[in-house]
Nanobody
Framework: EVQLVESGGGLVQAGGSLRLSCAAS????????IGWFRQAPGKERKGVSC????????YYADSVMGRFTISRDNDKNTVTLQMNGLKPEDTGVYYC??????????????????????WGQGSQVTVSS
């Protein structure tokens, strides 16, 4: 059974930092891209940052480029999103996700969420102004 278990998130003031982690199990972790999607209030869920299966190729949405850093540990089956310089517009529920199809970061993050089959439980991130 595929499981994606998230930790981290919380409430922070604008300019602050938070870290999200996701522990994966139930599949061959280093065969697939994995990443983070965000659902802001009243908006659809979209890819924020993803990382390729191997070699560390990354994708970032324009809105988080330069502020967020994604990394993965293929020995520990974990993926982490370090979020710095947080803004109120970063507020939302963040989901760890993989589709068990693609190894490419861009392909995963650009997918509609209806094509992504495996999700973490969601982590609330709230940034106050």
């Amino acid at each position: 059974e595929v499981q994606l278990v998230e930790s981290g998130g919380g409430l922070v003031q604008a300019g602050g930092s938070l870290r999200l982690s996701c522990a994966a199990s139930g599949f061959t972790f280093d065969d697939y891209a994995i990443g983070w999607f965000r659902q802001a209030p009243g908006k659809e869920r979209k890819g924020v940052s993803c990382i390729s299966a191997r070699y560390g190729f990354t994708y970032y949405a324009d809105s988080v480029m330069g502020r967020f850093t994604i990394s993965r540990d293929n020995d520990k089956n974990t993926v982490t999103l370090q979020m710095n310089g947080l803004k109120p517009e970063d507020t939302g529920v963040y989901y760890c996700a993989t589709d068990l199809v693609t190894a490419e970061a861009w392909s995963l993050c650009s997918s509609s969420d209806s094509y992504v089959d495996y999700w973490g439980q969601g982590s609330q991130v709230t940034v106050s102004s």
